[in-house]
């Protein structure tokens, strides 16, 4: 008998709307703070400044806005899981759309208020079973929010990089949302069940060709903390690095996933 397909994660729309909303929140009350110094520091994103990094935060949410004008599509044709895969394709377009946007609007607090005005309207106003082109394909409105959920903290992370001292909150269902989503990513490019990945206290799943744990502790597993796998699924942080710095624990044979990493570049 072949083993039951996994079903889908689903992810509660209202949680996920809060979530986003609150994190954009957390941006916008640090980025409130900076000054012009602050905004011109470099960032681990080539060779965006603050600036720049700031001006994607805005623009991810506006893709929400961009794909409600578009015509609904026929069909959903990509599932919120696949959407990691898709970001690289898109990069140059993204690095371009940013710079011009964040040279477009010097005042980045103006900016990023209409886009939380806008973003609260555009909310209140769609269903969340709406169907969006996005840049992935085809998926309802409440699935590409779980996908503005990931962008938002991922970049969240690299603004507390940026800058000394900055220390910008995770809304903790945007955290859980995010982790979970890069598991499933993960899953989905190397199915199996031969190893345990775990994210405490939001995520675990099973991945990896070879022999199928069942009972007791699984032979090769995979520990670490939430912003640490962030880091590891976006490319932000090497496996190597992970392991000799013990951010990640990794027992068996089959325990190695460096050649799978990162998942979203």
Not at 195 to 217: F, I, K, L
Request: net charge negative; charged share 25%; proline share 8%.
């Amino acid at each position: 008998m072949p083993p039951a397909k996994k079903r889908a994660r689903r992810y509660d729309p209202v949680r996920t709307r809060a979530a986003v909303l609150a994190q954009f929140a957390n941006v916008r009350e640090a980025v409130g703070g900076l000054g012009p110094d602050q905004l011109a520091l470099p960032t681990r994103l080539g060779d965006w400044t603050v600036r720049d990094l700031v001006a994607h935060i805005g623009m991810a949410l506006t893709a929400v806005h961009r794909a409600l004008d578009l015509p609904a599509p026929p069909r959903q044709n990509v599932t919120v899981v696949e959407w990691p895969f898709a970001t690289a394709a898109n990069s140059t377009a993204i690095d371009e759309f940013t710079r011009r946007l964040a040279a477009g609007h010097p005042d980045l607090d103006a900016y990023l208020a209409d886009v939380d005005r806008s973003l609260r309207a555009l909310l209140d106003e769609h269903p969340g079973g709406r169907l969006l082109e996005t840049s992935a394909g085809a998926m309802p409105l409440d699935d590409y929010l779980v996908t503005r959920a990931v962008e938002i903290v991922v970049h969240t992370d690299d603004l507390t990089a940026a800058v000394a001292g900055l220390d910008v909150p995770h809304d903790r269902q945007a955290l859980a949302a995010t982790t979970r989503l890069l598991a499933d990513a993960l899953a989905v490019k190397a199915p199996g069940g031969s190893t345990e990945v775990r994210v405490p206290p939001y995520a675990v799943v099973q991945c990896v060709e070879g022999p199928r744990h069942t009972r007791g502790t699984p032979p090769n597993v995979v520990e670490t903390d939430p912003l640490t796998w962030i880091r590891l699924a976006t490319g932000r942080l090497a496996w190597k690095d992970a392991l000799a710095e013990a951010k990640v624990s990794a027992s068996g044979e089959r325990a190695d996933l460096g050649d799978l990493l990162p998942l979203l570049a």
